[in-house]
């Protein structure tokens, strides 16, 4: 019997639709070329949930969610919904999915195309070679925590706490060493250990699983000079691992490198091969329903759901040589053009795409 995938496809908001729908046409494309089968079923996410449904992730779309063996997610929010309370923002239903999900581990690859070079900010020089990985927590530390009002002796306080368990550090830590064991073999963890508790318990449990992987060499820096790093030696770093916002921040600087967010994709992972696929880039609401968007990060997060989560590296590797491809013969959507006059529309790179798939 065919082994039939299921993917729940939550388009969301502002150009998530658009960029979603040139995602499933690769998604067709790879079963006429490699012969494997997907069943996709749309559910409602983000800012259209909470105006359609009342909430911004309704149970329906939760159960489908669970009942799927991996998610395609577009993007959440906008304009519209920015001044609702917390129980009806979009972003709050992105942290709940991934919390009942479970989904601890926000992968984050940043590479830079060579034929992109020129649309980053940065040197090329200093860019050469770049190839890294952010491996964030994403369902702990100050996100989660207890937050709060209250009256002080000034007046109103606001109260955000950040709390970390041995447990949840070992696990992403884990994961990012096994990553690097695939990788180039060097770790940097990321933390604030010379003023926080949480960094301090982080990096004693950095120490302790790195016996585990001698093979990987492993440095530790600042979350501050990480940052000051990441632009003055992109190329040195490998993977990168860190608490949920760093990583939130980091992942954020580490994409801009690439010289645009709509290049990269992300991969969101629990305990087994359940993932939550989705470009790093947002809504875009600006530019939304124009058919200007660039699709491609949201692609490319189909082929890291064929990696990471299906095993269909063939498959994957013929998207992102389609995509070079396609990059490689001068075709650009607006985020990536030096020439603005010569842009493409987010249909035409799809098709384009699609086009240059190849067994
Ligand atoms: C991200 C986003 C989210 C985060 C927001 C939208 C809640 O910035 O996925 O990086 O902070 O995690
Ligand atoms: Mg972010």
Known sequence: MADVKKIAVLGGDGIGPEVVGEALKVLKKTEELFGYQFETEQGLFGGIAIDEKGTPLPQETLELCQGADAVLLGAVGGPKWDNNSKELRPETGLLG???????FSNIRPANVFDCLKEA???KPEVLEGTDLIVVRELTGGIYFGEKFRREGENGQEAVDTCVYNVTEVERIVRQAFDIAMTRGKRLASVDKANVLETSRLWREVVIRIAEEYPEVELEHVLVDNCAMQLLRRPSSFDVIVTENMFGDILSDEAAMLTGSIGMLSSASLGEGSFGLYEPVHGSAPDIAGQGISNPIATILSVALMFRLTFGYHDAAQAIEDAVKEVLDAGHRTG????????????????????????K
Do not use: E, F, P, Q
């Open 335 to 358: 985020d990536i053009a030096t020439d603005k006059s010569k842009a493409i529309g987010t249909t035409m790179m799809g098709d384009l795409i699609v086009a240059a798939m190849k």
């Open 120 to 122: 980053s900010t940065l």
């Open 97 to 103: 999915i991934r919390k009942a999900l479970g989904l």
